[in-house]
């Protein structure tokens, strides 16, 4: 397969099998014979046309006489793909473009849909298009954002919202948390050539993309892949040596390993993951990275198991969530929520939450967090929690003038994120 056929088969399994673009992306690279530039081309072109997907689809149906519904789906593909390189890849020739095009609609069996597919970007070259004039419905067009989710963000942060989608269209910095139990930052910064984060002290970002599987650093442990926003949650939950600490849904481990590091990798960690196969990545990241004090335990977060009950410091919930945070990582998941989501999401993290809280003990402490950016998922599940729990109190973790961490991608450049503290006082 040439470039563009490796991003159509990655679309095609996002679209068709619900797989994650970056697990799929690392998965296609690692079977491919395929070097740093073309890896570049066919990330760009994935993540563009997730990315973008409700603008390429609104241009294509204004220059369609079929319905959406009956262009098959590597056509439309294709064509999102084309569409795509014209708009936002000015260094490609538009006579390649439609070239291109053409020639894997061939090389898919479908030379009959290779003038459809001409007339389309053809029509678009000459034409150009003509957005919605309702505000909301402008928006939401041009950024890709389902209007239900444009209606939700507006809700959330005011006129803000329009900065929070054109940001989820942005390419993520490559960021990661230095393992201090190996190596002290400046020493990293200095032998890499990375820069520090501005909002974690563990933190550091690298200027140009890195392939951690060919890098020995990251074999021998000296850094753990990881948003800035993702390392706050284990600093906001400031565990210390010797103490016992609870992760309820820890898998793949970076926020379990980073409780570890601040424990300077002495006291006892328990890191519940629902799947035993998840486990095993905790279990591999720790080895990589040194550190001996996790154990593992096969438990489902939402249930209470008796034998942690008031047993711990500290207890870490990184509930699962709606990832409206990480749009940048995941374009795929403002198509695939629904408002039903964040319902039933709202519930699950509510149980989970009142689960984890019986296992700390008495003056001991708890972290909500979420990758989410809808206060559905966040500051509603903590006052309902401390509606429903007396016998805990808020911790004001005094960040920007709010008692909670909140992150967003177009103020702080990182994944969008949620961090709460309570306390038990009784």
Not at 3 to 19: Q, Y
Not at 242 to 253: F, L, Q, R, S, Y
Not at 332 to 345: A, C, F, G
């Amino acid at each position: 397969m040439n470039e563009r056929h490796l991003a159509l088969s990655i679309l095609m399994k996002t679209e068709s099998e619900g797989a994650y673009s970056n697990i799929e992306i690392n998965k296609t690279f690692a079977a491919a014979d395929i070097d740093s530039r073309g890896k570049a081309f066919v990330t760009n072109i994935v993540y563009g046309v997730l990315q973008n997907k409700i603008r390429l689809d609104y241009i294509i149906s204004q220059f369609s006489k079929l319905p959406m519904k009956k262009i098959t789906d590597d056509v439309k593909n294709i064509l999102r793909m084309g569409l795509y390189q014209l708009i936002f890849m000015d260094k490609v020739p538009e006579y390649a473009v439609v070239n291109e095009s053409i020639k894997l609609v061939r090389k898919c069996k479908k030379a009959s849909s290779a003038g459809f597919v001409n007339a389309i970007l053809r029509g678009y070259i000459r034409n150009g298009i003509a957005y919605p004039k309702d505000a909301l419905s402008y928006e939401c067009t041009y950024y890709s954002y389902p209007e239900w989710l444009g209606r939700l963000l507006y809700e959330a942060v005011g006129t803000d919202a329009t900065k929070i989608m054109a940001s989820g269209n942005m390419t993520p910095p490559f960021s990661a948390r230095v393992n201090t139990l190996k190596i002290s930052r400046d020493e990293f910064i200095e032998k890499t050539g990375a820069k520090a984060c501005t909002i974690c002290d563990d933190g550091v970002i690298f200027e140009s993309g890195i392939s951690v599987s060919d890098d020995e650093m990251f074999r021998n442990g000296y850094y753990y892949p990881q948003d800035e926003a993702s390392m706050m949650p284990a600093k906001a939950l400031s565990p210390k040596e010797g103490e016992t600490v609870i992760d309820v849904c820890a898998a793949p481990g970076g926020k379990t390993t980073h409780i570890a590091q601040l424990m300077g990798n002495k006291g006892k960690i328990f890191a519940f993951d629902i799947y035993k196969h998840k486990l095993k990545l905790i279990e591999d990241n720790a080895k990589r990275l040194g550190i001996d004090i996790i154990s593992p335990v096969l438990q489902d977060a939402s249930e209470i198991n008796d034998e942690y009950i008031s047993i711990a410091d500290k207890v870490l919930v990184d509930a699962p969530c709606s990832g409206l945070g990480i749009l940048r990582r995941k374009p795929e998941i403002k198509y695939n929520r629904t408002p039903e989501d964040l319902v039933s999401l709202s519930t699950l993290q509510q149980k989970i939450l009142g689960s984890s809280a019986k296992y700390v003990k008495p003056g001991g402490e708890l972290v909500y967090s979420t990758c989410t950016i809808n206060p559905g998922e966040n500051e509603k599940v903590i006052e309902e929690f401390l509606a429903n729990n007396k016998n805990f109190e808020l911790i004001d973790l005094d960040f920007e003038n709010s008692p909670y961490i909140k992150l967003f991608p177009h103020i702080h450049n990182t994944d969008g994120f949620f961090i709460a503290k309570v306390r038990r006082v009784l």
